[in-house]
């Protein structure tokens, strides 16, 4: 199984990506192990969703990340 997570950053942004862990991942982003969230620390998990494949999964964050996927996200997850 994988995941696309959101997490809400110490600045009040969202953090979107993706993991077949995501308990791993986000301890690891609490860690300072993953440069992009590193200095907007605490990370709180919002919302996630578990898809089949990385392929699928890869293709959610992207679309999470652009514009229109963004506010969807945002309206129907966060």
């Given at each position: ?11 009040n ?5 993706f ?8 301890t ?11 200095a907007?620390l605490?990370?709180?998990l ?12 890869m ?5 999470f ?8 996200a ?5």
């Amino acid at each position: 199984m994988w995941y696309v997570y959101f997490l809400e950053l110490s600045n009040n942004s969202i953090y979107i990506g993706f993991s077949n862990n995501l308990k791993q991942r986000v301890t690891a982003h609490n860690d300072k192990r993953v440069p992009a969230t590193a200095a907007l620390l605490p990370a709180k998990l919002k919302s996630y969703i578990a898809v089949e494949t990385r392929e699928k999964a890869m293709s959610l964050e992207k679309y999470f990340k652009l514009g229109s996927g963004r506010a969807f996200a945002k309206k129907r997850f966060l």
